[in-house]
């Protein structure tokens, strides 16, 4: 499995968290300001990031392609999935996560960490 980014068919909060919720899944508000390339990292939970505004770059260190995506794009990262994220501009977002329990226990795990398949 890898991250993947395309348009999300969404242009406000409200359409990306009635996505989300239609999914039965549980809607979070994010954001990120500019930066460095996070450390590579992975989550014990899958993740749907519907970017609102600004710009959104994830590396899937899998295939180390760099994924770019803006307004109105999606990013998915499913469980266990080694990557890194960065955001050259400020960018707002809403997470789709699979409970409220995943989004309250969400953190970055180290690789190391990564159970064997």
């Known amino acids: 499995m890898s991250v993947s980014v395309e348009p999300g068919g969404f242009s406000t909060r409200e359409e990306a968290k009635s996505i989300i919720e239609g999914l039965?899944?549980?809607?979070?508000?994010?954001a990120m300001q500019s930066g460095d390339l996070e450390d590579v990292h992975w989550h014990k939970t899958s993740l749907r990031i519907y970017v609102l505004t600004g710009k959104f770059d994830t590396r899937d260190v899998a295939s180390d392609q760099m994924l770019s995506a803006g307004s109105g794009d999606l990013i998915s990262i499913p469980q266990e999935t080694l990557h890194a994220a960065r955001c050259p501009e400020p960018a707002t977002y809403v997470v789709g996560f699979e409970s409220e329990e995943a989004a309250k226990k969400f953190k970055p795990e180290l690789p190391q960490e990564l159970p064997d398949k």
């Not at 039965?24 to 994010?30: C, K």
């Open 24 to 30: 039965g899944l549980f809607a979070r508000d994010g």
